[in-house]
């Protein structure tokens, strides 16, 4: 069926730029509606996009909690603290890996990346002074994954905001 | 709003009569404050009396909160300038608690003079308007530096002890604002908080420190001349090397010069020359730090406003897709 979201979003842009914008005379009017224009361009470019950009992050988030999981598993005997995350941490990726299969809203899975990433947080927290000497290069491995994954991450997120920057 | 202005400033003026707004226009920008420009005029004693005036008042909801912000703060800290060389506006009025003007508000000086329209002076922009705001632009650090706070009455703001509690201080503000204010968790920020957390930076140095010192919020003229600094509303006791980290930041170095500017070189020596104090370049550069995990912790502040419902300022949802750009220079410095 059309007009699909695609059609109405680019229509109502092309309406508001040049119908609406020229009209107003406001200055804070003029101005709430040059972000307004800028939302929309947002929007139209990554509206069918956001599903696909927050699966991967809730991807790459379980992979790097679920390593760190492995890899620590040994070497946090010596620290009660760590191994309780560890579980914690272990259960909420294995709910995440079940709650992948099924149909979920982007702003479901963004919610639950939020959770998987105060989890990331946490751990790094908890883990950056070491794990007891047996435990250095692993967690050392460790840290440098989860950096990698916030590089990543970022990497994504600023090609995702590259369209209807705000620089200010 | 015109009348609750005139039934305000004429509760203000007990001699006025025939008390008159015009020209009443919400202005563009101010994301953390309304701002309103209007001309006001009465009658005392029979003479004709005039003030053109800047209404700021706290929005709904915004960039900053206001508990952070008072704007009986920002109004002492006015009054307290207008002694200092520094270009402030005139604090005229106060609505301390938004009794008349539905929000707390304050009345101030409007001042002739356009701002950047970013917060770097273009890389385009003339090189002899440059040439004439960088010496003023540090000028004015100075004297709000080298200000007596406690002659001036500002000790109420609360001076951090020696040692390390300045920077402790602005620590434990933004990262409480990260936690209670937004939406999101932000392991990149998390990993920034502990760094400064473990680099807290010692000094016996308090100053009363601007809080937002950048290009985007002087005013100058055709000439090059700073005709007004704002945005007070972040100014408190602390470490003067935090104003300079700030300017310093890479987010609003226009073409590789502070603030668009100067280099930072420039910067760091006309300060020395200036306050006679040497900069101190590890604080210098935990301010840095502290910088974009501030102006990160600010724009998430705002979408946070945006998402719940409580504010339509557009510019609030763009605010944003500022912070991955923050997030890189946090990358880089601290080496993650």
């Known amino acids: 069926m059309r007009p699909h979201i695609g059609d109405l979003l680019r ?41 696909e950009f927050h699966r991967v992050e809730n991807t790459e988030l379980r992979q790097a909690l679920s390593e760190a999981v492995e890899r620590l598993r040994s070497a946090s005997q010596e620290r009660p603290d760590v191994r309780s995350l560890l579980e914690a941490i272990s259960r909420r990726v294995d709910e995440e890996d079940a709650a992948g299969h099924l149909p979920r809203t982007p702003e479901t899975v963004a919610q639950a990346n939020v959770a998987l990433k105060e989890y990331l947080s946490k751990l790094l927290e908890c883990i950056e002074d070491g794990t007891g000497a047996d435990g250095a290069s692993e967690t050392r491995r460790v840290v440098h994954a989860c950096h990698a994954y916030m590089k990543r991450q970022l990497e994504r997120e600023r090609e995702w905001v590259r369209i209807g920057e705000f620089n200010w | 709003m015109e009348e609750r202005l005139r039934t305000f400033l004429q509760s203000q003026i007990p001699g006025a009569t025939e008390v008159a707004i015009s020209g009443l226009q919400r202005r563009p920008g101010g994301a953390s404050r309304e701002s309103w420009a209007f001309d006001v005029s009465w009658k005392e004693d029979g ?36 002694s200092r060389p520094v270009s402030a506006p005139k604090a005229y009025w106060l609505d301390e608690k938004g009794k008349w003007l539905e929000r707390p508000s304050l009345i101030m000086e409007r001042v002739e003079g356009q701002p950047t329209p970013l917060p770097t002076y273009p890389s385009n922009g ?26 001036l009455g500002l000790s109420f703001m609360g001076a951090p002890k020696p040692g390390t509690a300045a920077a402790q201080q602005q620590v434990a503000l933004w990262e409480g ?26 000094t016996d140095q308090v100053a009363l420190v601007h809080g937002d010192y950048r290009s985007g919020n002087y005013l100058y003229d055709g000439t090059g001349r700073i005709t007004a600094m704002l945005d007070w509303e972040l100014a408190h006791l602390g470490d003067p090397m935090e104003d300079l980290g ?67 300022h557009t510019m609030l949802a763009m605010v944003g897709f500022m912070v991955p750009r923050l997030l890189a220079d946090l990358v880089s410095q601290l080496d993650l």
Request: charged share 25%; aromatic share 10%.
């Open chain 2, 47 to 82: 003479k004709a009396l005039g003030r053109q005036c800047i209404l700021r008042r706290d929005p709904p909801a915004s960039l900053l909160n206001s508990d952070k912000t008072e704007r009986s703060f920002e109004f002492r800290v006015l009054e307290a300038m207008e």
């Open chain 1, 11 to 51: 229509g109502v842009k092309r309406t508001f730029g040049e119908v609406i914008v020229p009209s107003l005379t406001d200055p804070f009017a003029v101005e709430q509606a040059t972000f307004m224009a800028l939302v929309l361009e947002h929007i139209v470019a990554r509206w069918d996009q956001a599903e």
């Open chain 2, 126 to 151: 003339d090189p002899v308007i440059r040439q004439r705001l960088a010496p003023r632009f540090v000028e004015i650090l100075a004297h709000i530096h080298q200000s007596d706070w406690n002659a």
């Open chain 2, 246 to 312: 700030w300017a310093c930041m890479k987010f609003w170095s226009g073409g590789g010069l502070a603030v668009g500017l100067m280099p930072r070189d420039e910067l760091y020596r006309r300060y020395e020359e200036l306050t006679g104090t040497s900069v101190d370049h590890r604080r210098v550069s935990f301010y840095e730090v502290l910088g974009n995990v501030k102006m990160a912790t600010i724009a998430l502040t705002g979408v946070k406003s945006f998402c719940e419902g409580k504010t339509t």
């Open chain 2, 177 to 202: 604002a990260y936690r209670n204010d937004c939406l999101d968790c932000v392991p990149i920020l998390d990993a920034a908080f502990r760094w400064l957390r473990r680099n807290l930076p010692a």
